[in-house]
Structure formats: C-alpha cells, structure tokens
C-alpha cells in the first residue's frame, strides 16, 4: 500500500498519477498527520504526530516494479540517502472509512525553514 498526497493523486493534473499509478488499486481516501508544505509546483509532507492532518489517496500497488518506478519519480531510494529530498517509510494511515492500515509515503527529508504551508493540508485545495 502507498499513500500518495501530492501529484500522485487522481485529481492532479500533473498526469504522475496516470503514468505511475494507473495500475493500482484505489483503496479509500485518508489522513496522517504532518504538515504539508509548497515547494514547487508539488508538496512536501513533513511528519509530525502533533501536527493537522494531511489529506490524501491510499493505493494497492501491482507490482514490487510499480513501486520502484515511484522510487524513481521520487528520486528516492530505499533507505534514502541523507541528500535526497525524500525518504519512503511505512506508517499508518487512517482512511476516510475509518480503518487503520500501513502504508509507504514519501516524507520530505529537508529543512522546511521558508516553505510555505498549506493550511488546508490538502495540496490540490490549499
């Protein structure tokens, strides 16, 4: 299972979600809680039990290649290297049903310091 709250999810218009996940199983709507931050024209998601909720998709991956292609969209390996912008780690994620599963996400590695936050915690309606 991945959770995707960026340009992965369905409704981004970036087309990631159609070429990284067009296989995958759509499993439910979910939260975690973080901070979502802009870096550019896509999130960064910082993890923080203290922090809001973050909204996203969970997803039933195909493949252990399907999941090595989003490493690659990702530009993340797995354990990630201390430079990457990203680290893939499994936590649990609360879907919109109210089930508890775990699920990989990629969580942003850098220092936040000058992004700016998405209140809302959700990247396609800040």
Known sequence: MIFVYGTLRRGCSTGAHQTYLADAEFIDKATINGTLFRVSYYPALVLDAQAG?????IY???SAEQLARLDA????TYPALPEQEYQRIKIDVITHSGNVVSAWVYAYQRASDGLAVIDSGDFLNP
């Open 73 to 76: 969209y990702e530009e993340c």
């Open 60 to 62: 039933r991956l195909a």
């Open 53 to 57: 909720k973050v909204l996203g998709e």
